[in-house]
């Protein structure tokens, strides 16, 4: 089955740096990769997501890379504001079935 | 629009007591999904259900644990009987069909004493 793996596990940045999330993906099979944010005590909201048809996708400050060919894609933060901290897990789907499978998360603390 | 409804959002009680934790999907959603949530662990996926039928159950930790869907707007998470290795946040989430955003309920909070 799917797995996915997530690093780092924590990452600070100073206020207004980016910030890079990567994950890997063992199925070759994956089509969809999707980004959660969770804030403390909240439930994960999905922030952005892309297809295997896409190697690029922006939204506002927030990119989401693909590489296929490594099976790895990485979330870039520009411009990083308090709002930014929190959990942000990635996931990938598609291989056969209809589950969506976790990276373990990073937790990220953007520092004043 | 409603989002996916979780019901209680938290749950305190002793264990060997038999708890049940509710959902409600997004009208129209034919997926639902159930998750636990620790910090050891992480978000693990426990079961999931297709048009109200279980498809993968292999995540579900012990037969302590079971999961129904008796209807397209509906789904119960029971664990008869507690522990307190039970103790963490269960999360809800439907979508509308594989390879598409899940939508997340707020959880249940649960903790075994």
């Known amino acids: 089955g799917e797995n996915v793996e997530q690093h780092p596990s924590t990452l600070s940045v100073q206020e207004g740096d980016s910030a890079v999330i990567k994950c890997t993906y063992s199925d070759s099979a994956s089509n969809y990769f999707p980004w959660y944010k969770q804030e403390l005590g909240k439930r994960p909201q999905l922030i952005i997501d892309i297809r295997s048809n896409v190697g690029e996708k922006k939204d506002q400050r927030i990119a989401v890379t693909l590489n296929k060919t490594a099976k790895h894609f990485s979330l870039h933060i520009t411009e990083t504001q308090p709002e930014d901290s929190a959990v942000y897990f990635c996931a990938a789907s598609g291989g056969g079935d209809d589950k969506i499978i976790f990276g373990k998360g990073t937790r990220l603390h953007i520092l004043p | 629009d409603a989002g996916v409804i979780q019901s209680p959002r938290h749950e305190v009680t002793e264990m060997g007591q038999e708890v049940t934790l509710r959902c409600k999907p997004i009208?129209?959603?034919?997926?639902l999904f159930w998750y636990r949530q620790t910090m050891m662990r992480g978000l693990e996926l426990l079961i999931y259900f297709n048009n109200n039928v279980p498809i993968d159950d292999s995540g579900m930790p012990e037969d302590r644990f079971s999961a129904k869907m008796p209807n397209a707007s509906f789904s119960t998470l029971k664990i008869q009987p507690s522990e307190p290795r039970d103790s963490a946040v269960y999360f809800c989430a439907s979508s509308t069909r594989e390879s598409q955003p899940q939508h997340f309920g707020d959880g249940t909070r649960l903790s075994i004493l």
């Open positions: 009208s129209g959603h034919d997926y």
